[in-house]
């Protein structure tokens, strides 16, 4: 077993008087047979009420609203969480049997989702490319590790080079970006080859060997092994999904897993900066420095004050792996 501690900081910093700020945010460690969450408290600045509840995907849900005027709101979880080692699969049901399950999944509303392929320009030249090396004559097991393994040697971690705006087909064409962007190229490869596929936001914890990630919200992917269940791949460290690795949100895409999001009222100009910090016994990886966060974004005013959409903050959220 494995015992971390995460303080997971956002902050906003507006230019002028803003109201009528309404959130959502998905920063509940998900509780599972592997996880448990020993303390959990999320403090927001005003101490607003927060509402929960359970999404489609069966996602823990926090809402609250500040509505009188603030010129700044602090996103403060601080989670206090005990992780268990996987069960891996042993993969020995012979492989025809397993894609013959597989193709089953179509007609089940669980997996209908996840097996939904994005519109995707280059999708034949990418199942051209792939082909020479995924085939049914392999385990899903075997051809989902393989194409996991194509996107960590293919492509190129480099922050600051994709946004939340970005398209799978521009991270395709770049060879490059950040756990995002290897987490939805992964999810186009699977479910081109029909193997159900799931988009999953949280956290890579410190555990000795330094993985990209850490300290920082991370993306992977979880597919779903037939005689197993759903397991994670982690495209951007090349490994499968272990104790290391706490789960915020699963869903579709990052759309489904955004930490967090909201409207307000007033000036689109703002700042948003945000700083996780995660302990591991005497194990400290954090990505605060003389206590600031170091990931910024600015938002300029696009104009006159209008009701606006918290531009970018997803890239903040996940630009920072």
């Given amino acids: 077993m494995s015992t971390y501690k995460i303080k997971h900081i956002t902050r906003y910093s507006y230019t002028s008087t803003v109201i009528d700020c309404i959130n959502q945010i998905m920063l509940y460690p998900i509780i599972d047979a592997l996880l448990e969450v020993r303390n959990h408290e999320i403090r927001i600045s005003n101490d607003p009420v927060i509402e929960n509840f359970v999404d489609y995907f069966g996602n823990h849900i926090g809402v609250f609203s500040v509505i009188k005027p603030h010129t700044s709101l602090l996103i403060e979880s601080v989670a206090d969480v005990i992780t268990k080692p996987i069960i891996f699969p042993t993969d020995d049901m012979d492989a025809s049997s397993q894609w013959e399950i597989l193709k089953e999944l179509k007609h089940h509303t669980a997996y209908m989702d996840f097996l939904k392929p994005e519109y995707f320009i ?6 051209n490319i792939l082909c020479e090396f995924i085939n049914e004559e ?3 097991l075997q051809n989902a590790s393989a194409l996991s393994e194509y996107v960590y040697n293919n492509f190129t971690y480099q922050k600051g080079i994709t946004s939340v705006e970005s398209k799978t087909e521009d991270v395709w064409q770049l060879k490059a970006g950040v756990c995002q962007d290897f987490a939805h190229i992964l999810l186009i490869f699977l479910r081109m080859f029909k193997i159900p596929s799931r988009y999953v936001s949280g956290y890579i914890c410190p555990k000795g060997k330094e993985m990209r990630g850490e300290g920082a919200t991370h993306a ?32 579709r895409n990052f759309a489904d897993c955004t930490p967090v999001k909201g409207t307000y009222k007033g000036s689109g100009e703002h700042t948003l900066e945000v700083s996780v910090e995660i302990k591991n016994g005497n194990t400290r990886k954090s990505s605060e420095k003389q206590g600031l966060p170091k990931f910024s974004y600015q938002v300029k005013n696009p104009g006159e004050p209008i009701n606006s959409y918290r531009y970018n903050l997803e890239v903040q959220q996940q630009q920072q792996q």
């Avoid at 791949?233 to 915020?248: A, E, F, G, K």
């Fill in 138 to 140: 392999r385990t899903p």
């Fill in 220 to 251: 992977w992917v979880e597919a779903f092994i037939p005689n197993y269940g759903w397991l994670g791949l982690d495209p951007t460290n090349n490994c499968i999904v272990n104790d290391q690795h706490i789960r915020l949100a699963k869903g």
């Fill in 122 to 127: 280059s999708h034949d030249e990418v199942k």
